[in-house]
């Protein structure tokens, strides 16, 4: 079902990605998928977030005891699944969904990024960093707000420069 949801949207489209092209392309009815999903972009969210699971079916972030590097890695990752071509008017898709359906805003929040968010909280927490949670979404929102807005490039001094701002705000 997900590499039919993928090659369809990458091959056509994203505004004609529906359901019924779903169902042609997998194979399957449209009763099979609203079992399922409530709408397109709930199973192109679930396409894109299997690509981001490991072996166990869980969202796993590094953590090396370097909370620096694990950073850098945790950055360079989003960024890297961002600029790829093939993934970016996915994403961009499944994000413009996101402002307009709260169910899956919900899902998205609950099943990636809150995850995400808390992983990287918990890293700093057992640094002893006070305001964890904010300091996490310090470390998220210039990423996403770069990709989102287009306003600059990323690349690997930039990453390693925020990074940098990022553990000098945690900093006691």
Do not use: C, N
């Not at 369809?8 to 092209?21: H, K, N, P, V, W």
């Not at 998928?33 to 396409?47: E, H, K, N, R, T």
């Not at 310090?138 to 490039?153: A, E, Q, S, Y």
Request: net charge negative; hydrophobic share 50%; aromatic share 6%.
């Amino acid at each position: 079902m997900y590499d039919a949801v993928l090659v369809l949207a990458q091959t056509g489209s994203i505004r004609a990605l529906t359901m019924e092209g779903i169902a042609a392309r997998a194979g399957v009815s449209k009763q099979t998928l609203y079992s399922s999903w409530p709408s397109s972009g709930a199973v192109l969210f679930d396409a894109l977030l299997a690509q981001s699971l490991d072996d166990d079916g869980v969202v796993a972030l590094p953590d090396t005891g370097d909370l620096a590097a694990d950073l850098f890695t945790i950055a360079s990752a989003m960024i890297a699944e961002m600029s790829d071509p093939t993934q970016d008017t996915l994403l961009r898709a499944v994000t413009a969904q996101l402002q307009v359906d709260d169910a899956l805003a919900a899902e998205y929040r609950e099943r990636l990024f809150d995850i995400q968010q808390d992983a990287v909280a918990a890293r700093l927490t057992t640094a002893g960093v006070d305001g964890a949670d904010e300091i996490a979404e310090l470390f998220f929102g210039p990423i996403l707000h770069r990709w989102l807005l287009r306003t600059r490039p990323f690349d690997d001094a930039w990453v390693r420069r925020h990074v940098e701002r990022v553990v000098r705000a945690a900093a006691p």
